[in-house]
Nanobody
Framework: QLQACGGGLAQPGGSLRLSCAAS????????MAWFRQTPGKEREFVAA????????FYADSAQGRFSISRDINRNMAYLQMNRLKSEDTAVYYC????????????????????WGQGTLVTVSS
């Protein structure tokens, strides 16, 4: 089970930190990732972190502004979002799956078998 939280309202240029709590199974060998979705659009990849926490991978839209991390001991993953833009407004979902191959494979939704319920991020002045 994955539980995402931390969404809310932020101003353009502001910051938010999303958290994802994993429970119910061993996630220590999983890739953990964040995706987002806006109405009428497909869910899109945002960022992923390897099972070790040593490797990260970002969508172009997140590179340089967002930072993904994890705490293996606490079964947590985080997405620090800085310099937020209105186009970052979306429901953000965390996902997890046993790591298979290169981290870049995790940009695909079908890589993941475990999903959280989503947390809404609204960026508006």
């Amino acid at each position: 089970q994955l539980q995402a939280c931390g969404g809310g309202l932020a101003q353009p240029g502001g910051s938010l930190r999303l958290s994802c709590a994993a429970s119910g199974r061993d996630f220590s060998r999983d890739v953990m990732a964040w995706f987002r979705q806006t109405p009428g659009k497909e869910r899109e990849f945002v960022a992923a972190v390897s099972w070790s926490g040593l490797s990260t991978f970002y969508a172009d839209s997140a590179q340089g502004r967002f930072s993904i991390s994890r705490d293996i001991n606490r079964n947590m993953a985080y997405l620090q979002m800085n310099r937020l833009k209105s186009e970052d407004t979306a429901v953000y979902y965390c996902a997890a799956e046993f790591q298979r191959g290169a981290l870049s494979y995790s940009r695909r939704q079908d890589y993941f078998g475990f999903w959280g319920q989503g947390t809404l991020v609204t960026v508006s002045s």
